[in-house]
């Protein structure tokens, strides 16, 4: 009991700044007393002269005089050797937000306030808990980034948000630069946004719920397609066996009938048959060959396997059989021979036929058809919005960051490392991988449907689209279309309408524009390798007032 009593007293007469016992112990208007050192340097660098406990504030600076009392009191506590010190682990370390109030070595944050913009460890956070004073105040979990809330320019709290620039504001932003700017409360902002979110999360896990759908359905397909091959290798296999045995029934036929000639004609058949059997043992090494391919289910590993086998040799013509039979065995030989040629010639006839439909096969596995329709296009479809951060400063933005119009004035824009010096460009703030499809209408003299990788961004004439290999453009000058890439421009025909569709697979490598209209016309394909994500584009140049929007699509 005793030693609970001291342990007591060493927290009444601790310092609620350096949590250690008081110093030089002073006692401030408010009634709380702290060590002399940690009030001069809290008042110091917080510039408001204010209890760290109860948070009254002082006009003008108190002026501080030691306790003679209380530092007696002290020095009586420390004779006592039971000063506790709170454990490493309490402390902050270098990846821990620190406490803004301790002094010396600090303890971990356990909070941090959002009206305050201070972080408090377990102990200076108790007044947030236990004063009226506090109740409104916002209390989060310790960061490292709370001056980031801090406007620059008014040292004030940014509780707003300016639509129009996209960015966090505070209340004197509102009513000087941001003026007439559609401003609401970060709050508000932060419930839309929300709404967004949430239904950006619904689209994704409907996607997934198509995806896995999806996979259903190849993994059926890959099932039918192994059972397709195992029929067929199993019977087209019995059919060159009935082939094979056919021959040497008849081989076997025509050397019985043939038994009574001479020792040297009978060798040369034999040389025949080996011949022949030679290429049967061939003809069967492919086709154990050609199985096991075909039995594999792995696509890539089939793939790669397929095109590395060797091609199967060609038929060679045996030796012309140059007998001298009896006079009666004349009409057999002739017989035998024109069969055997009629039966080479149609194998090697069929062969081909059969090497095409395995390759039309493999086609059509490994690459899957383009939509047709509009609304095979529109299962594809992306919702695409424009970065105001890549806005060229005469491109105005609106209809939710969707539309883009040509100004005579430029807008503006906050100073961004993204932002496009060419004349009139915008990319999308969407990255755009796998397979989709977004549409385009414009009004005015013409417009440029581009997709780009994100670097391309910034300042230089070589950033323009089509104009390096970061970008492919198609261009709708006045009356026609053109095609651009890499500096290189071709002319498109087509007819000209006010919509254009893009379609990309990302993953096979193919950009495809359209011409939309009740029927999809194809302008241009472009057969590539991508190799980063890309992004929707628009330029405008011709004329103010001209006009380009991605289409909202259902």
Known sequence: MAQRGVQLDRETFSCSICLDLLKDPVAIPCGHSYCMNCIKEFWDEKKIHSCPQCRETFTPRPVLLKNTMLSVLVEELKKTGLQAAPADHCYAGPEDVACDVCTGRKLKALKSCLVCL?????????????????????????????????????????????????????????????????????????????????????????????????????????????????????????????????????SSDVEQQVRSQQETEVSRVKELQ????????????????????????????????????????????????????????????????????????????????????VTEADVLLSNPREPKTRADFLKYSREITLDPNTAHTQLLLSEGNRKGTLISHPQSYPSHADRFSVPFQVLSRESLTGRCYWEVEWRGNGVHVAVAYKDICGVGSLNEFGQNEKSWVLKWNRKSYYFRYNKVQTPVPGPVFSRVGVYLDHRAGTLSFYSVTKTMTLLHRVQTTFTQPLYAGLQLYYQHGDTAEFCKLK
């Open 118 to 250: 201070v972080s408090y460890c377990d102990q200076h956070l108790q007044p947030h808990y236990e004063l009226p004073i506090f109740k409104k105040h916002k209390l989060v979990e310790p960061s490292k980034n709370l001056q980031e809330n801090i406007c620059s320019r008014h040292d004030e709290v940014m509780k707003m948000f300016c639509r129009t620039d996209q960015q966090c504001i505070c209340y004197l932003c509102s009513v000087d630069e941001h003026k007439g700017h559609d401003t609401v409360s970060a709050a508000a902002e932060r419930t839309e946004r929300q709404k967004e979110l949430e239904g950006s999360q619904q689209n994704i896990q409907q996607r997934i719920q198509d995806r896995e759908k999806d996979v259903k359905l190849l993994q059926q397909e890959v099932e039918a397609i192994n059972h397709s091959a195992d029929k067929v290798v199993e019977d087209s296999g019995k059919i060159f066996t009935e082939l094979i045995r056919l021959m040497e029934k008849r």
């Open 274 to 357: 080996e011949k022949l059997e030679q290429e049967i043992t061939e003809l069967k090494r492919k086709d154990a060959e050609l199985k096991k391919i075909s039995d594999t289910e792995d696509h890539n590993q089939f793939l790669h396997n397929y095109s590395s086998l060797s091609p199967l040799s060609e038929t060679t013509d045996s030796p012309s059989i140059n007998i001298r039979p009896l006079s009666y065995f004349e009409d057999v030989t002739a017989a035998v021979s024109e069969a055997r040629d009629k039966l080479q010639d149609a194998l090697n006839e069929k062969w081909t036929n059969i090497s095409l439909a």
